[in-house]
C-alpha cells in the first residue's frame, strides 16, 4: 500500500528565506507525486507534479521539487518565501496499486515571518 | 470553467438533524471524490466515483453517510442523523479520467454540528 510522510508539522521561516517542506513516500516502484497548497478557507490547489522524466519539477508560484528515487523523497522547495506563501502544503501520491487514487500526507502549516 | 463548485459554504445544525452537502464538478471530468478535513485526521477519502458510479466507498465513517451522484454534473453527501464529530471541512474533488490523476478541489463546506 502506498503511503506518504511530511515530518515536519509546521515550518516558520523568514520572508526573502529558501524554503524545504519534506516528503517522504513508501511504494515499490515509481509513484506519481503531487504537491499541493490550501490557503485559509480555501480548497487545495495543485503546485506541481512529478509523472516521469526530469527529476526537478518546476510549478507555479515559483516553487520546484526534486524526486529523489534513492531517497523515496519529493521536497518542495522555493529560493525566497514571499508572505503571500503562508499556507498548508500537502505531499501526496498515487500509485497503480491504489488505483492511481492519490493518499495525501498530513501536511506542513508555513508561517512566514516578516 | 467556475471550477467545482460546491454549497452550502458554511452550515451550523443541530445533532440530529440531516444534512446536505452539493457539489457540481468540473464539466468533462468523469471521476468524483469527496473528503473530509479536520485537525485530528488529516485529508481523508471518504468516497470516489468514476462515470457516476461508486467505486469506493471504503472511507465512509458510518452508515450516517451516504453520497449519491445522479448525473455528471451533480452529487450529494449525505449525513443522518448528524452528530458533533461529524464537524469537519467537507471537500469534493473531480478529475479527468487516466492516470493523470490532477485533482481540482472545490472550497468545501464547513459543517459545524451542534
Known amino acids: 500500500a502506498q503511503s506518504v510522510t511530511q515530518p515536519d508539522i509546521h515550518i516558520t521561516v523568514s520572508e526573502g528565506a529558501s524554503l524545504e517542506l519534506r516528503c517522504n513516500y513508501s511504494?515499490?516502484?515509481?509513484?506519481?507525486l503531487f504537491w499541493y497548497v490550501q490557503s485559509p478557507g480555501q480548497g487545495l490547489q495543485l503546485l506541481l507534479k512529478?509523472?516521469?522524466?526530469?527529476?526537478l519539477v518546476q510549478g507555479i508560484k515559483g516553487f520546484e521539487a526534486e524526486f529523489k528515487r534513492s531517497q523515496s523523497s519529493f521536497n518542495l522547495r522555493k529560493p525566497s518565501v514571499h508572505w503571500s506563501d503562508a499556507a498548508e502544503y500537502f505531499c501526496?501520491?498515487?500509485?497503480?496499486?491504489?488505483?492511481?487514487?492519490?493518499?495525501f500526507g498530513r501536511g506542513t502549516s508555513l508561517i512566514v515571518h516578516p | 470553467d467556475a471550477g467545482v463548485i460546491q454549497s452550502p459554504r458554511h452550515e451550523v445544525t443541530e445533532m440530529g438533524q440531516e444534512v446536505t452537502l452539493r457539489c457540481k464538478p468540473i464539466s468533462g471530468h468523469n471521476s468524483l471524490f469527496w473528503y473530509r478535513q479536520t485537525m485530528m485526521r488529516g485529508l481523508e477519502l471518504l468516497i470516489y466515483f468514476n462515470n457516476n458510479v461508486p467505486i469506493d466507498d471504503s472511507g465512509m465513517p458510518e452508515d450516517r453517510f451516504s453520497a449519491k451522484m445522479p448525473n455528471a454534473s451533480f452529487s450529494t453527501l449525505k449525513i443522518q442523523p448528524s452528530e458533533p464529530r461529524d464537524s469537519a471541512v467537507y471537500f469534493c474533488a473531480s478529475v479527468t479520467s487516466g492516470v493523470n490523476n490532477e485533482q481540482f478541489f472545490g472550497p468545501g463546506t464547513r459543517l459545524t454540528v451542534l
Open positions: 512529478y509523472f516521469s522524466g526530469d527529476t
Open positions: 511504494y515499490g516502484a515509481t509513484p506519481y
Open positions: 501526496a501520491v498515487a500509485t497503480s496499486g491504489g488505483s492511481y487514487i492519490p493518499t
